[in-house]
C-alpha cells in the first residue's frame, strides 16, 4: 500500500511469527524498530556492541511486551561489534546454527561524525562500522534470509550522504584527508550503494525468473532525537544551528523508526526503495526519500561492492 500522510507505529501490521534481527537495536531509532515489531508479535533478536546495554534495553522491552499481552512477540540479545569482522563473523554463524528463517534483517547500527580512527581490522571507523560490518553480515546470513519466503535487508542511511560524491577508493582509510561529516556522508552514500547492487544482484539470481528471493531497500530517520547526534564531532557554528532547527525540524526516535519499520514491513514496497521522513527528508510519516545521482550510479555501486569484497573476504551473490 501507499504510505499515507500520517503513518504511524499505530499501523505496523501484525509480525506474530517472523524473525527480526535489528544491529543497534539498544538505542535510539534501533531500539523503537525493535520495540514495535516485538509488541506486533516478531521475535527480535537486538545485536549491540555492549551486552550491558544490549540486555537493559531488552529489558525495558519486555516489561512493554508484559503489559502488550499473549499477542506480543519476544527480544533476545546478542552481542557484535559491527566494526569488527571477527565479531561479525562470530554473531552470524551462532545465529545461523540457531533459527531456521531470518524475514527482516535491519542494518542500523551505526557512528556518526567521529575523529579519525581505525577499527580492529585496520578499516576506517565509520566505514567499518555503517557499512563494512553491515555488508559482511548480510552476506553471511544470505543463506538463510534465501530460505525465508519474503524477506527483506533494510539498510539504514542519512540525507547527509547528498554531501558526498566520490567514495575515494584510491585514499579507502582517508589517510591523506579527513573531516568527520566528509567520512559520515561517505560512509552512508556506502549504503545506499550497497542496497542498488544487492537489489541488482539479488534480481539477476533469478536469471529472469520471477520476484528476487530477497528483497533490498534502504531507509532514513531523518532528524530523529537520540543520543547518536550527541556523539558527533562538529565546530561550534554547526551546533549552534542545530539547536536552533533542531524544534522545527526534528522528531521523536519513534517517528525517526517509523520510514525504518514501513520499508521492513510494508506490502507493495520495491528492490532499491528508499524510505524517509515526508518533510524536507527530515521529519514526518514514511514517503519515498531523495537520493543523488551517484546513489544509484551503477558503476560507483559495482566498485564499491568489489572493494568490500576485498576487505572483508566475504563473497556472495557472484
Given at each position: ?68 499481552g499473549p ?145 533490498a531497500l ?16 562538529i565546530g ?83
Amino acid at each position: 500500500m501507499a504510505p499515507s500522510t500520517s503513518w504511524t507505529v499505530a499501523d505496523l501490521e501484525s509480525q506474530a511469527g517472523k524473525t527480526v534481527i535489528v544491529t543497534g537495536g539498544n538505542a535510539g531509532v534501533g531500539y523503537e524498530a525493535a520495540l514495535h515489531l516485538a509488541l506486533k508479535g516478531a521475535a527480535v533478536t537486538i545485536v549491540a556492541r555492549n551486552l550491558e546495554r544490549g540486555e537493559a534495553a531488552a529489558a525495558k522491552i519486555r516489561v512493554a511486551l508484559a503489559a502488550a499481552g499473549p499477542a506480543a512477540g519476544t527480544v533476545t540479545v546478542a552481542r557484535a561489534d559491527m566494526s569488527d569482522q571477527s565479531s561479525v563473523a562470530a554473531f552470524a554463524t551462532v545465529f545461523a546454527a540457531s533459527h531456521s528463517s531470518l524475514d527482516v534483517l535491519l542494518n542500523n547500527a551505526g557512528v556518526m561524525m567521529l575523529p579519525r580512527s581505525l577499527s580492529n581490522d585496520g578499516q576506517e571507523l565509520q566505514m567499518a562500522t555503517n557499512h563494512l560490518g553491515h555488508f559482511a553480515l548480510t552476506g553471511r546470513l544470505l543463506p538463510l534470509l534465501t530460505a525465508t519466503p519474503g524477506a527483506r535487508v533494510v539498510n539504514v542511511s542519512s540525507p547527509a550522504h547528498r554531501g558526498c560524491s566520490d567514495l575515494a577508493l584510491d585514499d579507502w582509510k582517508l589517510e591523506r584527508s579527513y573531516s568527520p561529516i566528509a567520512s559520515y556522508a561517505r560512509s552512508k552514500l556506502a549504503n545506499l550503494l550497497f542496497t542498488h547492487e544487492l537489489a541488482r544482484r539479488l534480481a539477476a539470481s533469478t536469471d529472469g525468473g520471477g520476484d528476487p528471493p530477497v528483497l533490498a531497500l534502504s531507509a532514513q530517520p531523518g532528524w530523529a532525537l537520540t543520543s547518536l547526534a550527541g556523539k558527533a564531532t562538529i565546530g561550534a557554528p554547526l551546533q549552534l544551528a542545530s539547536s536552533v532547527f533542531q524544534v522545527f525540524l526534528s522528531h521523536s526516535a519513534e517517528s525517526g523508526a517509523c520510514p525504518l519499520l514501513y520499508a521492513a514491513t510494508e506490502a507493495g514496497v520495491q528492490p532499491d526503495d528508499y524510505w524517509s521522513p515526508r518533510f524536507l527528508d527530515l521529519k514526518g510519516p514514511p514517503a519515498a526519500g531523495k537520493k543523488s545521482a551517484i546513489a544509484t550510479d551503477d558503476e560507483a555501486a559495482a566498485a564499491l561492492w568489489a572493494k568490500s569484497v576485498e576487505v572483508t573476504g566475504v563473497s556472495y551473490l557472484d
